[in-house]
């Protein structure tokens, strides 16, 4: 198998979080008979392993994870177009992928802005925000099974709903999708981009390390606005801080460990239920140890 392999490798490095310990390997695929190679190899010797792009919507413990991690970020960056759809890996960034939209004229993606992932974690928790999430957008979906057999599910099977979709419970590997855009003005586009840059960053705490919003939106109240008026920004356990800024993101203030997080995480949640009786649940994903 052509890539790297990692012994070791702090998670750390790996998430936006800046937080985890070891993965006894970690391994960077280069084509996708690597990534079919590698998954044989874990399923073979039956060995656990995760599926990684960004590391954006994840705490890792502070144990690490005992078995194998695959990260798709060094390849399956591939973006074209055929006519108005988008073809696109599952390793490319957003950020590359809403500007080489925007680039070509097609509009549909600009709600994904500032969003820090990949392709592939975003189609698996239907990433998005207020104004539109990317299972809107997506018409296919080119997934490896735990076999190394290639499957494409079209938009129904994908069973999107609000930040899940049935493939957070399947054991596919994301490989690319097809996004079905629409033709706009550039113009209006970089225009759109620019306003939810600014929305974004005049609200999220971008300067600090974090992995996004904590907890889903409750169907009664935005999660950030509950934890507000409950009095949750700047609470603190060790180094991981409620923002000041935006209540649903914990920030890694200051070498902030997992344990840290989780308790803080628990805190919130008990402030939820005993001051308005709602039960918070977790949006990023808690790999403890696998």
């Given at each position: 198998?052509?890539g790297r392999?990692l012994?070791?490798?702090?998670m750390?490095?790996h998430?936006?979080f800046?937080?985890?310990?070891p993965?006894?390997?970690?391994?960077?695929?280069?084509t996708?008979?690597?990534?079919?190679r590698?998954?044989?190899?874990?399923?073979?010797?039956s060995?656990p392993?995760?599926?990684?792009?960004n590391?954006?919507n994840?705490?890792?413990?502070?144990p690490?994870?005992?078995g194998?991690?695959?990260?798709?970020?060094?390849?399956?960056?591939?973006?074209?177009?055929?006519g108005?759809t988008?073809?696109?890996g599952?390793?490319?960034?957003?950020?590359c992928v809403?500007?080489?939209?925007?680039?070509?004229?097609l509009?549909?993606?600009?709600?994904m802005?500032?969003?820090?992932?990949t392709?592939?974690?975003a189609?698996?928790?239907?990433?998005?925000?207020?104004?539109?999430?990317?299972?809107?957008?997506v018409?296919?979906?080119?997934?490896?099974?735990d076999?190394?057999?290639?499957r494409?599910?079209?938009?129904r099977e994908?069973?999107?709903?609000?930040?899940?979709?049935?493939?957070?419970?399947?054991?596919?590997?994301?490989?690319?999708a097809a996004?079905a855009?629409?033709p706009?003005?550039r113009?209006?586009?970089?225009?759109k981009?620019?306003?939810?840059r600014e929305k974004?960053?005049?609200r999220?705490p971008l300067r600090?390390?974090?992995?996004?919003?904590v907890?889903r939106?409750?169907?009664?109240i935005?999660a950030?606005?509950?934890?507000d008026?409950?009095g949750?920004?700047?609470?603190r356990?060790?180094?991981?801080?409620v923002s000041?800024?935006?209540a649903n993101?914990?920030?890694?203030?200051?070498?902030?460990t997992?344990?840290?997080v989780?308790?803080l995480i628990?805190?919130?949640?008990?402030?939820a239920?005993?001051?308005?009786?709602?039960?918070?649940?977790?949006?990023?994903?808690?790999?403890?140890d696998?």
């Amino acid at each position: 198998m052509r890539g790297r392999v990692l012994l070791d490798e702090p998670m750390s490095r790996h998430t936006t979080f800046g937080i985890g310990g070891p993965a006894d390997a970690l391994v960077y695929p280069e084509t996708e008979e690597d990534l079919r190679r590698a998954i044989d190899w874990f399923r073979e010797r039956s060995i656990p392993f995760k599926v990684i792009g960004n590391g954006s919507n994840l705490l890792v413990g502070d144990p690490g994870i005992r078995g194998g991690v695959i990260k798709l970020t060094r390849a399956f960056k591939q973006i074209s177009f055929s006519g108005n759809t988008m073809l696109v890996g599952a390793g490319a960034k957003l950020a590359c992928v809403i500007a080489a939209a925007a680039e070509h004229g097609l509009s549909g993606l600009e709600s994904m802005m500032g969003i820090p992932g990949t392709v592939g974690g975003a189609l698996v928790m239907n990433a998005g925000t207020d104004v539109g999430t990317i299972g809107d957008l997506v018409s296919e979906a080119w997934l490896m099974n735990d076999s190394g057999e290639t499957r494409i599910w079209r938009d129904r099977e994908l069973g999107y709903g609000y930040r899940e979709s049935a493939l957070s419970e399947s054991r596919m590997v994301v490989v690319g999708a097809a996004l079905a855009l629409r033709p706009a003005d550039r113009v209006d586009i970089y225009a759109k981009m620019n306003r939810l840059r600014e929305k974004r960053a005049s609200r999220q705490p971008l300067r600090h390390r974090s992995a996004g919003s904590v907890f889903r939106n409750p169907p009664e109240i935005a999660a950030a606005k509950l934890l507000d008026r409950a009095g949750a920004k700047g609470m603190r356990v060790g180094g991981a801080e409620v923002s000041r800024k935006h209540a649903n993101f914990i920030v890694n203030r200051e070498h902030a460990t997992a344990r840290d997080v989780c308790e803080l995480i628990e805190q919130l949640q008990r402030l939820a239920l005993t001051t308005y009786g709602i039960a918070l649940r977790t949006e990023i994903e808690i790999l403890e140890d696998t």
